[in-house]
């Protein structure tokens, strides 16, 4: 699976959008990008994943440039509760068994 | 729906000691993962069993054994527990190992101390 690379924080304002950028240079074809969370002491949340075309659900949006080397996370109107660590992942729809391999992740502060 | 149970939460032990940790998902999924949790850190794969039956290792299995008991229980043994494997350890589950729709289900984790 390919690497990814983010920031290790962000902060963003009560209210604003939080747009959590990650780097995936060396992703191929058959590569999905995966986005999860985790709120301080709690295990990791699913929030959302895409291939080539941009996603929305009721928790975000993906939007992922046409040459696939870099994607952007949305949380259209931050609170508080969205503070925690951003993780993105690549991951190959034919992985076969190899499970999730979570990096440092993006720390995102929602400041009143 | 309980999604994926974790037991027990806290735990301190001994240097030397053994536990083992309990993992039970209610969602009928094929596979199922232990991961640990260092501060400041990433998660790590300890141990995974892409369906009943087998289990596999992951980046961190030294001193770590792993049961796939049935298809709903996984569970994480630390026969003689280190200081190094202060932690906290978290459990997942997902529906099939090689769906490219698959998302995983974590539970809360357990707090483990050795002193």
């Known amino acids: 699976d390919a690497k990814t690379t983010q920031p290790p924080s962000m902060d963003c304002a009560e209210g604003r959008a939080a747009n959590l950028p990650c780097n995936h240079s060396?992703?191929?074809?058959?590569?999905?990008v995966y986005w999860y969370r985790q709120i301080h002491s709690q295990g990791p949340q699913y929030i959302i994943h895409?291939?080539?075309n941009n996603e929305t659900n009721e928790m975000a949006s993906l939007i992922i440039t046409e040459d696939r080397k870099s994607s952007t996370l949305i949380l259209p109107h931050a609170t508080l509760r969205d503070t925690a660590v951003y993780y993105c992942?690549?991951?190959?729809?034919?992985?076969?068994?190899?499970?999730?391999?979570f990096g440092k992740g993006t720390r995102l502060s929602v400041i009143a | 729906n309980a999604g994926v149970t974790q037991t027990p939460k806290f735990q301190v032990l001994k240097t030397g000691q053994s536990m083992t940790l309990q993992c039970a998902q209610d969602?009928?999924?094929?596979?199922m993962y232990w991961y640990r949790q260092d501060p400041g850190m990433g998660l790590r794969l300890i141990y995974y069993?892409?369906?009943?039956?087998?289990?596999d290792k992951g980046e961190v299995p030294n001193g770590y054994n792993v049961s796939r008991l049935n298809k709903r229980e996984f569970s994480l043994r630390l026969e003689s527990a280190a200081p190094s494997q202060t932690s906290v350890y978290f459990c997942?589950?997902?529906?099939?190992?090689?769906?490219?729709?698959?998302?995983?289900?974590f539970g809360q984790g357990t707090r483990l101390t050795v002193v």
């Open positions: 997942a589950s997902s529906e099939q190992a090689l769906s490219m729709n698959t998302e995983a289900f």
């Open positions: 060396t992703i191929s074809g058959n590569e999905y």
């Open positions: 895409g291939l080539k």
């Open positions: 992942i690549v991951r190959s729809w034919n992985s076969g068994n190899t499970p999730l391999v």
């Open positions: 969602m009928n999924h094929n596979s």
């Open positions: 069993s892409a369906s009943e039956g087998t289990t």
